[in-house]
């Protein structure tokens, strides 16, 4: 997918508003349309990457972590659950590199 027809692209870019439960100069985080968890956010990084098999930035993937980190203590989330979907056989349907953080509900695997 070219990164102009790219959602969470248009999201990151302001072209698709929607509110910001985090942003730094690299990554932008919020809600999920459709949430999995009574909180379910999504932390992507501005700049387009299909999936995490196309990242090799390691600062970049830092970031993603460390916003991961930001949003639970910005909400006084102590627990949660950080998922990465990779390919659609894994259940990624945005093919844009996203973190999902989900709490406040127990986790319990396999998911169900």
Not at 16 to 24: A, F, H, L, R, S
Not at 40 to 49: A, E, F, S
Not at 70 to 96: C, D, M, P, W
Request: net charge neutral; proline share 6%.
């Amino acid at each position: 997918m070219d990164s102009k027809d790219c959602i969470f692209c248009k999201i990151a870019n302001g072209m698709i508003p929607t509110t910001p439960v985090y942003q730094n100069e690299k990554i932008f985080a919020f809600n999920d349309i459709n949430p999995q968890a009574p909180v379910h956010v999504l932390i992507i990084p501005k700049q387009h990457y299909e999936s995490l098999n196309g990242l090799d930035d390691k600062d970049l993937l830092g970031e993603l972590l460390l916003g991961a980190k930001a949003v639970a203590q910005k909400l006084g989330i102590k627990e949660y659950r950080t998922v990465i979907n990779t390919g659609k056989s894994a259940g990624q349907e945005v093919f844009h590199l996203h973190l999902h953080l989900l709490a406040n509900r127990d986790m319990k695997w396999p998911p169900g």
